[in-house]
């Protein structure tokens, strides 16, 4: 793990202290050591979306890796409890957390290591499942309860940024990652550049207002697939799921626009072979896009 210095309120040695100490531990409530752990990181980023599919963690999973790849000390959470992807997209699926001895306290996954910053930290439910096939078949309040976990008996040590990628909508999840979060949070929403899912994009950002979290900004994926005619090799732009709609949604919300990645196969290709599209294809128009998108997003963080 990075000893890189990050201007945070705790010392790392407060968090050991905390997290290696049954007795410092117990007394400790979980709210407490919520805010421990989060006074630990400097900046948090939850990635959202009112529909499903749009691309969150593909862009989550992208975004640690720009950040930690500048040599930044980078978390990922996966707060998607029923459907956890990122150690997929990541290629970690048999990465198991390390328990801390005598304690109930665990040391996330470590995953890529792109520079002096250390390598990524990943905690997921898919990290506790049997099988990549054994369903979580849990109501909200058991899903809380392990999202709570993951950041109280985590030693995340310090981050300069920890990324959420967060399941799809506005409920159980969604409402108490914003809580969880606190101070220096701002919220990425995804969307395709359709209607039926910007519009549920606006509620996502209505909510984020109503939670009182900094909306950071909408990034409009899938926007736009461009191919080769087979028989003249002209370059086709098909617009598969429209154009335009996250910028239109940015404009009437008021909420800044980050910008738009393309479709490609590639993305989805990678995605699942779990090494994301920065890395493997770095060259490409997304990543481009995508590096574009991560300075904005930390001109306005940071
Ligand atoms: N720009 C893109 N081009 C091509 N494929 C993409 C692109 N963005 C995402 N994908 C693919 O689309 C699928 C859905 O993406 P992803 O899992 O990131 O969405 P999600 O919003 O996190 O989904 P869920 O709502 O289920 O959590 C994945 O197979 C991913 O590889």
Known sequence: MSE????????????????????????????EQINLMMKGVKHKI???SGKGGVGKTTVAV?????????????????VDITGPNV???LNLED??????????????????????GGPIQVMSMAFLLETPDTPVIWRGPLKM??????????????LDYLILDLPPGTSDETLDAMQLVGDNSGVVIVTTPQEVATMDARKTI??????????????????GLTVKCPKCEEEIKIDLFGSGGGEK?????????????????????????????????????SAEAFDDIVKKIRADME
């Open 95 to 116: 990465e198991r957390p390390t328990v801390i001895p005598g304690t109930n306290t665990f040391t996330p996954v470590h995953g890529p290591m792109l520079s002096s």
């Open 87 to 89: 150690p997929k997209m």
């Open 46 to 48: 939850i990635v959202c």
């Open 206 to 223: 209505n909510m984020s207002k109503a939670m009182k979290r900094k909306v950071v900004g909408i990034i409009e994926n899938m926007s």
């Open 145 to 158: 309860k392990a999202i709570r976990q993951f950041i109280a008996e985590g030693n995340w040590g310090l």
């Open 62 to 78: 992208n975004l640690a890796i720009a950040l930690a790849a500048k040599g930044l000390s980078v978390g990922i959470l996966d």
């Open 249 to 285: 949604a940015a404009n009437e919300l008021n909420v800044p626009f980050l910008g738009k990645v393309p479709i490609e196969h590639k993305i989805m290709q990678q995605g699942d072979k779990g090494v994301p599209f920065l890395i493997s294809n770095p060259d490409s128009v």
């Open 4 to 31: 890189k210095k990050v201007d945070v309120e705790v010392s790392k040695e407060d968090i050991d202290k905390a997290m290696g100490n049954p007795q410092k531990q117990a007394q400790l409530t979980e709210m």
